[in-house]
């Protein structure tokens, strides 16, 4: 599976847009850009994703780069709700549909 | 989105004996169901793929005869942990395959091994 690197934390301010990078120098053409979250003792939660073209539903917006080597989830306005880890993910394209988690951004929202 | 239970959310059990945990999609047609296992303050590790009436497909390194899993209707995957040991103790989640390329995951399910 193609690897990403995420920054392995982050801090923001409530109400402030927050920008979660994310590299994947090696993805392939097929590769699925996945971003999920996981609050303390739950089961993650889909985020959102895109292959190319940016992206943007309720919870976030995603950006990706031209030459797709890397992305930037976006949320618009963090609350403290938004306090979490973050994964960023690569989703070989194709009939198998197994997320491999890296070890995420820890993103800490101030009052 | 797909709403997913696990069933127990708690469990403890002593050393040897085997745990049953349940995965259940509410209100989606799982046809194919993953298992993760999640230890303190790691990621989570995909540990078997399973689709509706076959057999599971487990992930390199992980026990097919330790971790047993059926995925018998389209509503319900188990997984029961044999002969369990205080190494199996861990945060296991399951999740359920969506549309558009997502996956719907459970709470998870605490287990702890005396």
């Known amino acids: 599976d193609a690897k990403t690197t995420q920054p392995n934390s982050m801090e923001s301010n409530e109400e402030e847009p927050v920008h979660l990078p994310c590299n994947h120098s090696?993805?392939?053409?097929?590769?699925?850009i996945h971003w999920y979250r996981q609050l303390p003792s739950q089961g993650p939660e889909y985020v959102i994703h895109?292959?190319?073209s940016n992206v943007n539903n309720r919870m976030a917006s995603l950006a990706i780069a031209e030459d797709r080597k890397s992305s930037t989830l976006i949320l618009h306005r963090a609350t403290l709700r938004d306090a979490a880890v973050y994964y960023c993910?690569?989703?070989?394209?194709?009939?198998?549909?197994?997320?491999?988690f890296g070890k995420g951004t820890l993103l800490t929202v101030n009052p | 989105g797909a709403v997913v239970s696990q069933h127990p959310s708690r469990v403890i059990c002593k050393s040897g004996t085997s745990v049953k945990i349940e995965c259940r999609s509410l209100?989606?047609?799982?046809?194919?169901m993953f298992w993760y296992r999640q230890f303190p303050k790691q990621s989570l590790m995909l540990m078997a793929t399973?689709?509706?009436?076959?057999?599971?497909?487990?992930e390199q390194g992980v026990e097919k005869d330790k971790f047993l899993i059926n995925h018998a209707s389209l509503t319900l995957s188990t997984l029961t942990v044999t002969s369990a040991h205080p190494e199996d103790s861990s945060f296991y989640i399951c999740?359920?395959?969506?549309?558009?390329?997502?996956?719907?995951f459970g709470p998870g399910t605490r287990l702890t091994v005396l």
């Open positions: 993910i690569l989703r070989e394209g194709g009939s198998n549909y197994k997320l491999t």
């Open positions: 895109g292959l190319t």
């Open positions: 999740s359920v395959r969506g549309q558009a390329d997502t996956q719907y």
């Open positions: 090696t993805i392939s053409g097929t590769d699925y």
């Open positions: 209100d989606f047609q799982a046809t194919t």
């Open positions: 399973s689709n509706e009436g076959s057999k599971a497909t487990y």
